[in-house]
């Protein structure tokens, strides 16, 4: 809590009577509100912000050396685990991109380890240097149509609401539970009437949308098309545009930023791995790619920091005036968003901010609990009342995948792939050491002509997911990633091409994000080596098994169709 004492010193230096903790001097303020470009300093007391548009002096000055200054962006909806580092490693790959605001579900971690794995997170929130917002995880597990690590029920999250880095309850994915009044899901809305509640409707429109919202959800990030997304604008939901490693709506729903809807937009990424960080960066692509889509520039910035601020329920943050929180991104260019120096909380980031931080021990470290499996486990025999065989479409930037079908021929050992037609098979061995299921089916659009790829991130639940063409490597895929606690594996002829260990809840990796990066290039030359034609195959493959998104899934109890909610049968 800011005192008196405080308080009268922010003053003093806001009106010049006393020199600020820090000055930036020579900045050109970018005015998220009114578009305005104004040169100025920009006095800071403790984490506060206390004038602008005057000189000022302070104990530390800055040279803006003619730099634009905007506010710190916020990163409204994102999943720290698939960025598969952990929460201190995030936070030293993300807030040098600008991004000093993240709010996150440990809904990944949640559906592995429970109550312990929400804990964990906010441990990591107290002490990482950018503000690390926390949603409580609403959906674990997301159905009971797979097989998860842990249960939360409305008791389980009720100890954390109150907690300082928590905002409310996270995406209500489970939007067919909501619609039928599931009592559970129900609870959770009910405890969360007062307070902040994410939504999740992918596809979701006309009563059904309605009904849904009537909940008082107000946030969607799974609008796919402009149109869907106009629909929820204008029945009062904020639209958080998304551009993840995966999931890509940005360039369907540049056209719906405008200054009329700009209040009611924000930006998020939901899953974002290190390696596209490295190569495109995080909200800071998402700007500069707006701008270039012909967005009016300050409303671009205003949706990455105000909008976004307001839309969550955080008063202190999103413009850079007095009295806000100093969270501020230093810019040599506002229409490429060239960042090249952040302030957080009133913090100059430099190599020297991340050893301020006290560790956290990592939890989940013995969470792989499958059993190794023989090439017998992936064998597919032809069910005798189909002459087709149901096929997951899987298309490039699309966490959605489509309902296809293919004529298969059957061998020895049962229904075999077909690589000219890019039909290969597809498995869910479950890990949590529970039941020991395997779901099997067949999916299109990876393009593999042999070997196996297999990850342990398998959305939601976080069973073991392999795609293969051979039932020797996607065996010998599947027992690499228990030898080595979870991660990524590609197999190809008998032989591991290359691995990512990630042994923290099968879900991240405890090693520098450079180096994960470094690990993510060979996983992604291997896969090309086997035929793989998507430029994202791990995150691909992970949400194959994620039975709340259209149209079909595959999870360790079968081949799941999200339209009728139900398992497509043998």
């Known amino acids: 809590m800011i005192t008196a004492a405080q308080l009268e010193t922010m003053i003093k230096a806001g009106r010049g009577l006393a020199p600020a903790d820090i000055v930036i001097k020579n900045v050109r303020l970018l005015d998220v509100i009114t578009g305005a470009i104004t040169p100025t300093d920009i006095a800071i007391v403790g984490d506060r912000i206390v004038g602008t548009h005057a000189e000022y002096n302070g104990k530390t000055e800055i040279d803006g050396c003619g730099r634009f200054a905007v506010p710190g962006f916020i990163d409204t909806h994102l999943h720290i685990e698939s960025s598969l580092v952990t929460p201190f490693e995030f936070d030293r790959c993300v807030l040098p991109h600008g991004v000093t605001t993240v709010i996150c579900d440990p809904h990944e971690i949640a559906n592995v380890l429970g109550a312990e794995g929400i804990r964990y997170f906010l441990d990591c929130a107290e002490r990482t240097i950018m503000d690390v917002r926390v949603n409580l995880s609403s959906c674990v597990p997301a159905t009971p149509f797979e097989t998860a690590g842990a249960t939360l029920e409305i008791e389980d999250l009720l100890p954390f609401r109150d907690h300082p880095k928590v905002i409310g309850l996270a995406e209500m994915m489970n939007f067919p539970g909501v619609l039928n009044g599931d009592p559970g899901i129900l609870k959770k809305l009910e405890a969360f009437q007062d307070g902040h509640m994410d939504g999740h409707a992918p596809l979701l429109l006309g009563k059904n949308l309605n009904g849904y919202l009537a909940t008082g959800i107000r946030t969607d990030h799974e609008a796919t098309s402009a149109a869907e997304a106009r629909e929820k604008l204008a029945k009062g939901m904020a639209i958080l545009i998304r551009e993840g490693s995966v999931s890509k709506d940005l360039d369907a729903l540049a056209e719906i930023l405008d200054e009329n809807t700009s209040a009611y937009v924000a930006l998020c990424t939901d899953d974002r791995n290190p390696l596209d960080i490295h190569e495109e960066g995080h909200l800071d692509s998402s700007i500069r790619r707006l701008i270039a889509h012909g967005r009016p520039l300050h409303h671009v910035y205003r949706a990455a920091s105000h909008s976004a601020a307001r839309i969550f329920g955080l008063k202190d943050r999103g413009l850079l005036a007095s009295g806000w929180r100093a969270d501020i991104a230093l ?15 009133g913090r100059l980031v430099t190599p020297e901010i991340w050893d301020t931080r006290t560790p956290v021990e990592p939890v989940g470290m013995t969470s792989m609990k499958a059993r190794p499996v023989d090439p017998e486990a992936f064998i597919t025999q032809p069910d005798p009342n189909r002459n087709e065989v149901p ?178 049968g043998p």
């Open 391 to 568: 096929v997951i479409g899987v298309k490039p930037g699309l966490i959605l995948t489509f309902r296809e079908s293919a004529s298969l021929e059957t061998g020895e050992l049962g229904l075999r792939p077909d690589t000219d037609a890019d039909v290969i098979k597809v498995a869910v061995v479950e890990r949590h050491g529970i039941n020991g299921n395997i779901g099997r089916s067949f999916v299109k659009g990876f393009g593999l002509k042999r070997g196996a790829i297999a990850s342990s991130v398998g959305h939601d639940s976080h069973n073991i997911t392999v795609v293969g063409v051979t039932d020797d490597d996607m065996a010998l895929a599947v027992n690499r990633l228990i030898e080595i606690g979870g991660g990524f594996a590609v197999a190809d002829e008998g032989e591991i091409l290359a691995d990512l260990a990630l042994p923290l809840a099968g879900l991240m990796s405890l090693d520098p994000f450079e180096r994960v990066t470094e690990h993510l290039e060979h996983l992604r030359e291997a896969a090309r080596a086997i035929g793989c034609a998507l430029p994202e195959p791990f995150l691909q493959v992970a949400f194959l098994a994620l039975p709340v998104i259209p149209h079909l899934k595959m999870t360790d109890k079968g081949l799941f169709d999200v339209d009728k909610f139900d398992f497509v």
């Open 331 to 345: 810019l040599d260019d506002l229409e490429t968003c060239a960042v090249s120096d952040v302030l957080t909380a």
